[in-house]
């Protein structure tokens, strides 16, 4: 049984919220832990930005009341928790990584929180996020740059980089992101945790300009798969005011995971067929998870499904939704805008139905030759993210062993190209590379089949964790 005393800011998720269950440990304690972290941690990595301490300990005390008045309470009672801070939360400072939102309170939660906030976490502040979560490294204007919890010179990755790196330092026992082009996969990948884009509609999105643009959706960031699965049972479900939500309950989700690699079909890849340039240590890691599969009596190929209209369908729908969202703002603002977030937005400009049409063509090709490819195959492997943590002190990396990246999107390839599919990818922590910098395996299923990624995920961390 957990006590007080075997608990510390880096227990599992799991662990916290059974041990303030169990009253072995009230909310206040538990938060005082985490504040102090807090305190220790994040002037270096500024990774929780609008942080409350004193709200954040009256919602403690109200965790506390609630469980001793005998009320039926949340699987999450008495967590401390910060909301990404592109997620509107009621009453609390959301910026989404902008000057011309430096001051925005919203009036009232969105989907994700006002799930999450039901659950009963006792909310401490916000995450950091690149400026309109635009970007797989966490900087802005209004707060800085978050750093990497396991080498502050580098990139805690983005657009989830907040999220991640005060996951991974111990800050917060659980985290939620949002992913478009890799957010939550690529800072679980640079900051050592796990973090998972569910199959869209998983977990829905209200409210919303565009119902019907799925490219981006919510998810869950945790230190173990367990822990993610726990904070997928609380995201996820249907919700009448989001059209496309998937049906299943939450609850569905919840952990407990079993799962076991024996006898399934594993493609693993280090560059989907050279569809992307991988760094050569990363790409090492990867293709040596192919051994551990093996062994876990998996059967594994090289085989890799073709993807080639993923490119063209991610940068239009992308620059089409940027423009779509953003082009008034750039207009009255022009110098409130980093330049590469400008030059997408501008990009879209030039768009037109018919360039549209073709993506969304695209798309529809992509899914059904993933459907084909599960058919033969349960799993995908490939990483997470193409490089490991660069320094933080540039915007994206510039080369992939020596060879120039074109763009600040070139390196992100590994991610957005799933992206696309509209399949469930998961990021899990496997191997470092030589300066001990974490690396991800990015884990992909077939369409709606979460629960079965998330076992398989947690398989895959029980082998990594005895290699």
């Given at each position: 049984m957990t006590r007080q005393a075997d608990l510390t800011p880096d227990s599992t998720a799991r662990a916290q919220a059974a041990a303030v269950r169990a009253k072995q440990i009230s909310a206040r304690e538990l938060l005082d832990l985490h504040l102090d972290r807090i305190g220790a941690r994040n002037p270096e990595l500024n990774a929780i930005v609008s942080l409350d301490p004193e709200r954040a300990r009256e919602g403690a005390a109200a965790a506390d009341e609630a469980l001793a008045s005998g009320a039926e309470v949340g699987p999450l009672h008495g967590l401390p928790f910060a909301f990404k801070d592109t997620h509107e939360v009621?009453?609390?400072?959301?910026?989404?990584?902008s000057v011309l939102y430096a001051d925005h309170v919203p009036a009232a939660d969105e989907l994700i929180v006002e799930r999450v906030r039901r659950a009963g976490v006792v909310v401490v502040g916000k995450t950091n996020v690149p400026e309109f979560a635009a970007g797989s490294h966490t900087f802005n204007r209004v707060f800085?740059?978050?750093?990497?919890?396991h080498d502050t010179s580098r990139s805690a990755g983005g657009s989830s980089g907040g999220a991640a790196s005060a996951l991974a330092s111990g800050m917060v026992p659980l985290a939620d992101g949002s992913d478009m082009g890799g957010s939550l996969r690529n800072p679980a990948s640079f900051c050592g945790v796990v973090g998972l884009r569910p199959t869209l509609g998983r977990v829905p999105q209200w409210p919303a300009a565009n119902h019907w643009e799925t490219t981006s959706t919510g998810g869950p960031m945790g230190r173990t798969v367990d822990d993610v699965a726990l904070l997928l049972s609380v995201m996820a479900g249907p919700d009448a005011r989001a059209p496309q939500a998937l049906g299943d309950a939450g609850s569905?989700?919840?952990?407990?995971?079993?799962?076991?690699?024996?006898?399934l079909r594993i493609a693993v890849t280090p560059d989907l067929g050279g569809a992307?340039?991988?760094?050569?240590?990363v790409a090492s890691i990867v293709t040596s998870s192919a051994d551990t599969l093996v062994a876990a009596g998996a059967e594994v190929s090289g085989d890799v499904?073709?993807?080639?209209?993923?490119?063209?369908?991610?940068?239009?729908?992308?620059?089409?939704?940027?423009?779509?969202?953003?082009?008034?703002?750039?207009?009255?603002?022009?110098?409130?805008?980093?330049?590469?977030?400008?030059?997408?937005?501008r990009a879209g400009e030039s768009l037109t139905g018919a360039d549209v049409a073709r993506a969304y063509a695209g798309r529809t090709t992509l899914a059904h030759r993933m459907r084909a490819f599960f058919v033969d195959h349960d799993l995908l492997v490939l990483p997470a993210s193409q490089v490991p943590p660069f320094p933080a002190e540039v915007e994206y990396p510039t080369a992939i062993n020596g060879e120039p990246t074109e763009s600040y999107l070139d390196w992100m390839r590994a991610a957005y190209l799933i992206t696309v599919t509209g399949c469930p990818a998961i990021s899990v922590p496997y191997g470092r590379t030589a300066d001990g910098l974490p690396v991800g395996l990015q884990l992909v299923a077939a369409?709606?089949?979460?629960?079965f990624l998330l076992e398989c995920a947690a398989a895959l961390e029980t082998l990594a964790a005895q290699s």
């Open positions: 009621a009453g609390w400072r959301t910026t989404y990584g800085g740059t978050t750093l990497n919890p569905s989700y919840a952990p407990p995971l079993s799962g076991s690699l024996s006898g992307f340039a991988c760094d050569r240590e499904p073709d993807l080639r209209e993923g490119e063209d369908v991610f940068r239009t729908l992308r620059a089409w939704h940027f423009q779509a969202t953003f082009a008034e703002r750039l207009a009255a603002h022009p110098d409130a805008f980093k330049a590469s977030l400008a030059d997408n937005i369409h709606g089949r979460d629960r």
